[in-house]
Each structure stands twice: as C-alpha cells, then as structure tokens.
C-alpha cells in the first residue's frame, strides 16, 4: 500500500507516523513546500530569536529515517488526479498512490489594501518561510505595523517589543483578540501591551497605502484618515484553507475541502485533515484527525467526532489566559461571571449546558471545563457554581467508599 501525505505539519505528521505504527510495511511519501518541519504556533519565538530553524521543530531529527518516510521537501503539488490516483508535482513529474490525504493547512488573507498585495515589505505570518523574511527585513526595520490583532498579531507585536521595535497594531473590531476574548480580558492585555510600548487603534480599518521608490509601503492610511509611518507591514487578518491543489479535481471544496466522519472526502481513497478541513483547527484536533484519516487509509473504520470547541491558551508579560469554546453569546444564553483581585472568569451557558468558558489569571485545574463543554454535560442544579466545579462532582460514592463515575461513557481523559 503507498501512502501520499501532502503536507508536513500537525495532520500530516500525525497521519504519516500512526500508518507507519499501523503498517510496517506500507510506503509513505510526504510532499510539503516546507523546508524544515516546524510548529506554527512559535513563528513568534522565530522572530525575537529565542528559537531557530531547529528549535522550531516538533519530531526528532531522524523521524523520516525512524518511520523509514521518504520526505519530498520544498515541492509544491500543483494537481491531484483522483480518478488516476496520483499528484503532479511542480516539476511536472507525478507521484502514483493508493491512499491519498491533504494536509495542508492554510494560507494568510492579505486583503487588497492599496499596495499590500505587491508591495516588498508586507507578509503574512504563517510559515517559516514568511517568519524568516519577515527577520531578514526586521532587522533594518523599527517601526512595524500589525494589522490584526488575532493571536497571530499579537504573538508578532509581543516578539518586536521585546527587540526594542515600534509597534503599531491596527485592529478593525473595538477590542483586541476579538474572537478569543470579551472586552474585560482584552483589556487587561492591552493595558500590559501599552506599558511595553505598543501603540493600538481599534475600531479602524487599513484604506489605503503610500509606497516609496523602492516600492516598499512607508505609509499605511486608516479609514479615518489617520497615516501610520511603518518600515514593515505584518498582515494578521485572518487565513483561508489552502485548497489551490484540488482545483479541477472534482474534490469538493470551497472555502475549504468537505470529508465526512471519517476524514474522506468525495472520492473514495482521498483524506484530508487539519485547517484544510474547516474543522476546528486547532493543534490538538489537527493531530486527532489526522489520526482518524490514517486509520481510515490503513482500513481501521474510526470516526472524528470532537468537532466540539476551540481552545485558545496564552500567556503575556505573566498574564494566563485559556478561551474554551465559541465565546459567542447568543439570545437566551446565561453569562455568569466571577472577578477577584488576582482572576476573571466568564461561563456562557446554553440550554443548561457549558458551551464556552473564559479563564484568566489562574488556569488550574481547567480540564473539567473541557469535559463539560466536550461531553456537552446537563449541568442542571450546578450551574451557580461552575468556578468551582471539579470532577469529583461528577462521581458517586459506592458503599466501600471508592467513587463511581455517574455518567456512561463519558471519557474525559
């Protein structure tokens, strides 16, 4: 059986990994444009130079040779032939399989903004190869303009900080990390942000550009008319799954590539996993579906079902924050909120259920939230005090005093 994974990130290293422990034998080709494995989720240590290429990775240096995986690095799959079962490559050659999943990822929305699509000094930060040219031009630049302020966003204003740059964040929503936080806990970052100097406009949009000789942006022009002096432009506005190698294909995809429970998508033999998806994509659920695919291919029927939540953790200048859940508040919902000195914490409740919980300060002991919002757990007769809630609440006591989960099947490991 030959195995063709395209892309080398969480999914696809998952996949690559859990067929190799599955079958011994079965040949396994990783097509990625990458040239280094890498976590995306630390771009960020890349640009204030805690990390290198190396510090970046999340396998072992000889994981290809430990899981004998043949790694056809910086290629490019520019089509799929799922009717004859093979991929073309950039340089026109193809690769035949019998087993086929796309894993890859998604790729930065730079919106057309003046010159942000063709000017020199403006990037996306999704990949290595972004962060590397991103360091290169830092390193000459000192006034930086991010604009959004996502996690990505922030993650690069808190790296140029740190290196002493000017950082100007442009933000369109009235608040910073608009889709993981609500406006108490975005403040508190902001507060943090602005004594470490960064400058923010919220409630503002990019409108337009003025480029210098070199074709580079020196100005970036807001919808109030305000002009932003910037030597480097960081886009964090959002991504889009990268679909571009399905085009013509036949595999159904959009926005992003459909597959059922299982990680197929409409043609039999082909799999995707990870941002692609549209799924939660999360790191976590990048790997579990990219283990559900790869069962699949090595025909172990397993179905993906934690389709349940995003989980966003992160930490500036001391400050822990966990976001599990949509944070969507809805008509109907219940907002519960507790506030002390030291902690912030705001459950939303749905239909008697926790759908979403915002932790700041202390984090400890957040599993159980996890659970409830994963199991989708009736919390009736509970919900006055979800802050302080445990899984021994969810236990009976037997006679000899050990204790019994009382809900069926409810694994929360």
């Known amino acids: 059986m030959k195995h063709v994974i395209i892309g080398a990130s969480a999914a696809g290293i998952t996949a690559a990994k859990t067929i190799r422990e599955i079958d011994a034998k079965a040949e396994i080709v990783m097509i990625s444009t990458d040239a280094w494995v ?29 899981y004998n995986i043949q790694w056809k690095k910086e290629t490019k799959v520019t089509r799929i032939d799922a009717v004859g079962q093979k991929v073309e490559l950039g340089d026109e050659s193809n690769v035949a399989y019998d087993r086929l999943l796309i894993a890859t990822g998604a790729a930065s929305v730079i919106p057309p903004v003046g010159e942000f699509r063709t000017a020199g000094n403006v990037f996306g930060l999704r990949n290595l190869s972004d962060a590397q040219q991103i ?54 970052y902001q507060r943090l942000f602005e004594q470490a100097g960064c400058r923010f406009m919220l409630g ?8 210098d000789a070199s074709g580079n942006i020196s100005k970036v022009i807001l919808d109030d ?35 059922d429970e299982t990680m197929q998508t409409n043609y039999p033999y082909v799999y995707a996993a990870g941002d692609v998806t549209g799924i939660s994509g999360i790191w976590p659920n990048a790997m579990k579906q990219g283990q559900v695919a790869a069962q699949n291919m090595c025909d172990i029927p397993t179905v993906y079902d934690d389709r349940y939540a995003m989980k966003n953790t992160m930490n500036f200048y001391g400050l822990l924050t966990l976001s599990l859940g949509r944070g969507v508040i809805e008509e109907n919902d219940k907002v519960l909120i507790s506030e002390d ?19 700041q300060g202390t984090i400890d002991y957040s599993g159980i939230y996890q659970y409830l919002i994963k199991n989708e757990i009736d919390l ?6 979800i802050f302080n809630l445990s899984f021994k609440d969810f236990y009976g006591v037997k006679e000899n005093g050990e204790y019994q989960f009382q809900i069926e099947n409810a694994a929360f490991a």
């Open 38 to 66: 890498h976590s995306r989720c630390m771009l960020h240590k890349y640009l204030s130079y805690e990390r290198d290429e190396m510090g970046l990775s999340f396998i072992s240096e000889d994981f290809f040779d430990q």
């Open 135 to 188: 360091r290169s031009m830092a390193e000459k630049a000192q006034r930086i303009l991010i604009v959004g302020s996502g996690l990505v966003g922030m993650d690069a204003a808190y790296a140029f900080l740190e290196n002493g740059k000017e950082v100007t964040v442009a933000e369109m929503a009235d608040r910073i990390l608009p889709l993981q936080l609500d406006e108490k806990a975005g403040k508190a």
């Open 204 to 211: 503002k949009k990019a409108t337009g550009t003025v480029s």
């Open 341 to 359: 000195s030291k902690n912030y914490r705001r459950a939303i409740l749905r239909n008697g259920k926790l759908d979403s919980i915002l932790l």
């Open 225 to 259: 008319n305000t002009e932003i002096e910037c030597d480097l432009v960081i886009v964090a506005a959002g991504v889009r799954p990268e679909v571009s190698c399905t085009e013509g294909s036949g595999i159904k995809a959009d926005r992003f590539i459909e597959v």
């Open 380 to 385: 009736e007769g509970k919900q006055e005090g």
